[in-house]
């Protein structure tokens, strides 16, 4: 069934003008993509197309879409630097819960940030986040589990270092 539909677009190919084969070319480098062509195809050559055809027909042109721009994360003016290896987070925690985290310069295998996270009353923990999103948390003493308040000065911490990794 596809040998069909790109026979289908192979003629249609065949039918068009140097000239609209030009303004196809000239649409596509403007970086429209394939729904966009699509469209302009039935406005301004009344050539009813699908989807699927219209990626034939781009493709026995040899017209090649330009890739989508990737979006730059915003950064703002007074953006601080990630803190280095054993250098605490300067903040002031407004919950009193005293969380503070620092970032390691040599990640912590597998992971794409890791750190450690110092809960207060010398409970400090090392964590991560790998490339899938999840976090692990590990501290020395197996039955240390943080507090409400300290889970959530953890978390805020924790978003605003990922967002200043850009990630």
Do not use: H, N
């Not at 969380?99 to 009353?121: E, H, M, N, Y």
Request: hydrophobic fraction near 35%.
């Amino acid at each position: 069934m596809c040998y069909g539909m790109a026979k289908v677009s192979m003629s249609k190919a065949k039918s068009l003008t140097d000239e609209q084969i030009s303004l196809i070319r000239a649409w596509a480098e403007a970086g429209d993509g394939v729904p966009e062509i699509q469209s302009k195809l039935r406005e301004e050559f009344d050539l009813r197309v699908t989807y699927l055809e219209t990626r034939f027909l781009l493709e026995d042109l040899k017209i090649e879409l330009k890739p989508a721009p990737e979006p730059e994360p915003e950064k703002a003016d007074d953006e601080e630097a990630l803190p280095e290896a054993g250098e605490a987070e300067d903040g002031d925690d407004p919950s009193g819960a005293g969380v503070k985290l620092t970032v390691d310069q040599v990640l912590r295998p597998g992971a794409i940030l890791s750190g450690k996270a110092d809960f207060g009353g010398g409970q400090i923990a090392s964590w991560w986040l790998d490339q899938l999103g999840r976090l692990g948390l590990d501290a020395p003493d197996p039955d240390f589990r943080p507090s409400e308040e300290q889970a959530i000065a953890f978390q805020t911490e924790l978003r605003k270092v990922v967002q200043r990794s850009g990630y």
